[in-house]
């Protein structure tokens, strides 16, 4: 059965540094999302991707982060300058449309630790 | 803005026993409504969804969830538990269309549900 991967499981980086986020969806998926979950916390929203474009942003989404999909297959997160406070689980999912009722279909997450 | 609210971070049942995880939601319109599971070291699986046919929906693992409009919920049951269904389960609500953030997902704070034998 097709699934959403994320590399690496595991990533530990210092405050400042950058670090780049992988995920390969579901490959007819058309609709790419972005979740994290600090620990303790709700799973939040970051970034939806769709025709090589962000669709919609929160607001935790600020100019240190970014997303690409540099060659059809892999869909990358990157935090330019990592913070103590991003530190968190990172979820990438993918649809194969947007139509709301649509599954996403969720990866097995990075778990980023800033120190 | 829509939000969810999962009453109790950890449930424990025994084996056997009825699960019952609370999920009430606040939207101006009822939106679209999800359960999704969580395994150790998995990413989150879905559960069932809630498009507007039946109130009544039906997931895998035995699971099912009504949605109730009068108390703005979406409880999820299971008859009877078993061990495998020790997991965390999230709830999610997704707008409608025409409204805003069509297709995100805003998702409870989760309940990890813990299974005796």
């Known amino acids: 059965e097709p699934e959403v991967t994320q590399t690496p499981s595991h990533q530990v980086t210092q405050m400042g540094q950058e670090v780049i986020l992988r995920c390969v969806p579901i490959?007819?998926?058309?609709?790419f999302y972005w979740y994290r979950q600090i620990l303790g916390q709700k799973v939040e929203f970051l970034v939806s991707?769709?025709?090589?474009?962000?669709?919609?942003k929160s607001e935790i989404f600020d100019d240190q982060f970014s997303v690409e999909r540099p060659d059809g297959s892999n869909f990358t997160l990157k935090i330019r300058s990592t913070k103590l406070e991003d530190s968190a689980m990172y979820f990438c999912?993918?649809?194969?449309?947007?139509?709301?009722?649509?599954?996403?279909?969720f990866g097995p997450g990075t778990r980023l630790t800033v120190l | 803005a829509q939000s969810v609210t999962q009453l109790g971070s950890h449930v424990s049942v025994s084996e056997g026993a009825l699960v019952l995880l609370r999920c009430n939601y606040s939207?101006?319109?009822?939106?679209?409504l999800f359960w999704y599971v969580q395994y150790p070291n998995q990413g989150l699986q879905l559960l069932l969804k809630?498009?507007?046919?039946?109130?009544l929906v039906k997931g895998i693992n035995g699971f099912e969830a009504e949605f109730k409009k009068s108390e703005t919920s979406f409880h999820l049951t299971k008859p009877s538990a078993h061990m495998s269904d020790a997991a965390e389960y999230f709830c999610?609500?997704?707008?409608?269309?025409?409204?805003?953030?069509?297709?995100?997902?805003?998702f409870g704070q989760g309940t990890i549900l813990t299974v005796h034998p």
């Open positions: 999912a993918s649809s194969p449309g947007t139509a709301g009722w649509d599954e996403q279909f």
């Open positions: 490959s007819n998926h058309l609709y």
């Open positions: 991707f769709y025709n090589n474009e962000i669709s919609e």
């Open positions: 939207s101006s319109v009822p939106p679209y």
């Open positions: 809630y498009t507007s046919a039946a109130t």
């Open positions: 999610a609500v997704s707008p409608r269309p025409g409204g805003t953030s069509y297709g995100k997902l805003t």
